[in-house]
């Protein structure tokens, strides 16, 4: 077994999508990215990459690459969790914290849980998501922009 941690933070700004968790969640600010933005993802991409010790998410989906121009984050997770399979190891379970003021995504989270589960391929009771907000704290607590931290333990095939 190995274990891997991520973190991502993305600006926001007005009138752009936020999607999160891979579930689109309605606010009037969204994340300003090259790809979609999904910044539970992102470090949950980081994670499993840093467990078994192949780079980061920059590496391998630069942001200066036009593919992944807007690309939707899940398409980015399941090539990871596919780069895991051919390095021999698999998703043990994950554990993702996102940090910020509003909006509040405790209605999301059973989805977005569902979601991430589906696409590594693993048991939702393999994958934790929680929200937190910064009491207003920092950038995430003046709603400049998210925050979000994984932790992910990988196993051997």
């Given at each position: 077994?190995?274990?891997?941690?991520?973190?991502?933070?993305?600006?926001?700004?007005?009138?752009?999508?936020?999607?999160?968790g891979?579930?689109?969640?309605?606010?009037?600010?969204?994340?300003?990215?090259?790809?979609?933005?999904?910044?539970?993802?992102?470090?949950l991409?980081?994670?499993?990459?840093?467990?078994?010790?192949?780079?980061?998410?920059?590496?391998?989906?630069?942001?200066?690459?036009?593919?992944?121009?807007?690309?939707?984050?899940?398409?980015?997770?399941?090539?990871?969790?596919?780069?895991l399979?051919?390095?021999?190891?698999?998703?043990?379970?994950?554990?993702?914290?996102?940090?910020?003021?509003?909006?509040?995504?405790?209605?999301?989270?059973?989805?977005?849980?569902?979601?991430?589960?589906?696409?590594?391929?693993?048991?939702?009771?393999?994958?934790?998501?929680?929200?937190?907000?910064?009491?207003?704290?920092?950038?995430?607590?003046?709603?400049?922009?998210?925050?979000?931290?994984?932790?992910?333990?990988?196993?051997?095939?």
């Amino acid at each position: 077994m190995r274990i891997g941690f991520g973190y991502d933070v993305h600006a926001f700004a007005e009138g752009l999508p936020l999607v999160i968790g891979g579930v689109r969640i309605d606010s009037p600010l969204g994340c300003v990215a090259h790809s979609d933005g999904d910044v539970a993802i992102h470090a949950l991409c980081d994670a499993l990459l840093g467990a078994i010790a192949s780079g980061d998410i920059g590496s391998h989906f630069p942001d200066n690459d036009p593919a992944y121009k807007g690309i939707d984050s899940k398409i980015l997770l399941a090539r990871t969790v596919a780069h895991l399979r051919e390095r021999g190891y698999k998703v043990g379970n994950v554990d993702i914290t996102i940090a910020l003021q509003a909006p509040k995504l405790r209605p999301h989270i059973d989805t977005m849980r569902a979601r991430l589960a589906e696409v590594m391929g693993c048991s939702v009771e393999d994958v934790s998501v929680k929200a937190t907000t910064t009491e207003k704290l920092g950038f995430t607590g003046r709603s400049e922009g998210v925050a979000a931290y994984a932790v992910a333990l990988v196993e051997r095939i």
